[in-house]
């Protein structure tokens, strides 16, 4: 069976909806439709699922503009064809402008079948498009997982370890003499199962931290910390970072930013993961990464990522946000990281910006606007083992063995 048309159609007047809908289905369309004619009726018709949207140019009391407005609120991609009377042609201009897809006059309808085919064609496009957008930004996020794997899984091993002998050291001592228990072996039992305890906290961060970055598919735009987001990002760059040289952390007061908190983060790491590829590895002790968090003076949130690397040669720099732009070699870098992160950041309507100094280093900066959004806290905050919000102007350094750094990250911000 032919799949049915749904057509929103806003128009005040009946006679005209009928018209319309009779030259559709004089065409051949299969439709069902639903006229609306006030603010209020379009907004929840909009909660619906509609193929095709047909507005007159105005109403009483309500025009093109504010539905395209309400369309566009909504969240949704839905073809906006304006079918009206006649009116000027600079009015038509100025309404595609605004967004709508294409402009049909009611005394020339037998226009309008082909126009609403092309447009749902065009739709299925973008559809495809977005998807494919999606399907990239989520392999770019996994081949970076891929980077820094071998090292989360170091990480879990350490305090496996721990958790294991610490148990078996308590089992033991508990089951040498039950009975007589004296103070002395509670005392034992008490600091082993303290240790376990701690080694099972780790763990649980570990599990959240790449929780974090392994969803897939849209997540819902919420809003997220950053700090949240970026000693994440950190932890899971610790061993990328490590044996070349310092991370040093000053996370002052930054406002909630409305991204999904697993496309935040892949923006982090892969700051991170360039600022630590362009270090050489060996000379820890001189080299270090610093990030810095704080809020410009319009309320945005500023993120600072500066290494003391080899710096970016003005040619390279011209080309940086392009796609599999690299100057690593085979198998380190693809050159898809900044073009993704360039993408992520402008989609939520921030900049990204960098200075860069051969030999001397070079800092990014993302700018992020206040989110108006719900926050998200209670799926990726503390209750799921993220590092809570620093506080301002804390200052944290951290050096030598990643395990070591994951702890002194861990109490630094605790
Ligand atoms: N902090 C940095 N210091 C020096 N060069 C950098 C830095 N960040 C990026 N670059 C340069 O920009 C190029 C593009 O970076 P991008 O992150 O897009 O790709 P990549 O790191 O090469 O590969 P991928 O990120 O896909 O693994 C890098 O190859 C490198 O030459
Ligand atoms: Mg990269």
């Not at 100025?94 to 065009?122: C, Q, T, W």
């Not at 697993?262 to 002790?285: C, D, M, T, Y």
């Not at 070699?329 to 990204?352: E, N, W």
């Not at 100094?357 to 700018?367: I, K, P």
Request: hydrophobic letters at 45%; aromatic letters at 4%.
């Amino acid at each position: 069976m032919a799949k049915q048309l749904r057509v929103l159609i806003v128009d005040d007047a009946e006679d005209d909806a009928h018209l319309i809908v009779r030259e559709l289905r004089n065409a051949g369309l299969l439709l069902s439709f639903v006229r609306v004619a006030t603010r209020e009726a379009l907004t929840r018709q909009l909660l619906d699922r509609w193929d095709v949207l047909l507005c007159d140019y105005s109403m009483p009391g309500f025009s093109a503009f504010e539905a395209l407005d309400l369309v566009r609120q909504a969240g949704i991609d839905l073809p906006f064809i304006i079918v009206s009377g006649t009116v000027g042609e600079a009015r038509a201009v100025e309404v595609m402008r605004a967004g709508a897809h294409d402009y049909v006059f009611k005394d020339n309808l037998s226009r309008l079948p082909l126009a609403i085919e092309r447009e749902l064609r065009e739709a299925d496009n973008r559809r495809e498009r977005r998807r494919l957008q999606e399907q990239l930004l989520l392999s770019e996020r996994m081949a970076s997982i891929g980077v820094v794997a071998a090292g989360v899984v170091h990480e879990i091993n350490n305090p496996l370890t721990v958790l294991m002998g610490s148990a078996e050291l308590a089992v033991r001592t508990l089951s040498a003499d039950a009975a007589a228990a004296d103070n002395a072996q509670k005392t034992v039992v008490h600091e082993e199962l303290d240790r376990v305890l701690e080694a099972a906290d780790r763990l649980r961060q570990i599990v959240a931290d790449v929780k974090l970055f392994s969803h897939a598919g849209a997540d819902p735009v919420v809003s997220v910390d950053v700090t949240n987001t970026l000693a994440s990002s950190v932890r899971m760059a610790l061993h990328e970072t490590s044996g070349r040289c310092h991370v040093v952390t000053r996370f002052g007061d930054t406002p909630l930013v409305a991204l999904p908190a697993s496309r935040l983060g892949q923006v982090f790491l892969n700051l991170l993961l360039n600022a630590a590829q362009a270090i050489a590895p060996g000379n820890a002790e001189h080299n270090e990464i610093r990030i810095t968090t704080f809020t410009d003076e319009t309320g945005w949130a500023v993120i600072e990522v500066a290494d003391t690397g080899c710096g970016i040669p003005a040619q390279v720099q011209k080309t940086i946000f392009e796609p599999f732009m690299t100057t690593k070699a085979v198998g380190v870098g693809t050159g898809l990281g900044l073009f993704v992160t360039h993408r992520i950041v402008s989609d939520a309507g921030g900049r990204i910006e960098f200075e860069s100094e051969v030999g001397r280093g070079t800092t990014f900066r993302v700018r992020l606007p206040a989110s108006t959004r719900p926050s998200s806290e209670p799926s990726v905050g503390n209750s799921a083992g993220v590092l809570p919000p620093s506080r301002p102007g804390k200052e944290g350094k951290r050096s030598g063995s990643s395990r070591r750094a994951y702890a002194e990250l861990a109490s630094a911000h605790a």
